[in-house]
Nanobody
Framework: QVQLVESGGGLVQAGGSLRLACAAS????????MGWFRQAPGKEREFVAA????????YYADSVKGRFTISRENAKNTVYLQMNSLKPEDTAVYYC????????????????????WGQGTQVTVSS
């Protein structure tokens, strides 16, 4: 069983930046792809970004391309989401997720590509 703990959320003004982190424990983190999803109030959970087990393949939702960057440090069992040029519509609870394989099969990636989820961290972007 794997445990995923997100951190780094908070309140930021539009145009600002935040860096989310997700620490994994209890399982071989390095053998699996990782992803970030978000869910805004009243909306369904949506895919944000994902990264392969080696970090050489990344996937992004169109809404965050060019603004968000996903990365990982396997030695620290941690995946990051650097969020720049934040917009009010980025406001949501952000969840990290452990993939079911070394890369993500879905095009675009979806919840079915991931097996374990963190508790989430709130990101609020004020206008």
């Amino acid at each position: 069983q794997v445990q995923l703990v997100e951190s780094g959320g908070g309140l930021v003004q539009a145009g600002g930046s935040l860096r989310l982190a997700c620490a994994a424990s209890g399982r071989t983190f390095t053998s699996y792809a990782m992803g970030w999803f978000r869910q805004a109030p009243g909306k369904e959970r949506e895919f944000v970004a994902a990264i392969s087990w080696l970090g050489d393949i990344t996937y992004y939702a169109d809404s965050v391309k060019g603004r968000f960057t996903i990365s990982r440090e396997n030695a620290k069992n941690t995946v990051y989401l650097q969020m720049n040029s934040l917009k009010p519509e980025d406001t949501a609870v952000y969840y990290c997720a452990l993939g079911l394989g070394k890369v993500v099969a879905g095009v675009p990636p979806g919840g079915a590509d991931f097996g374990s989820w963190g508790q989430g961290t709130q990101v609020t972007v004020s206008s």
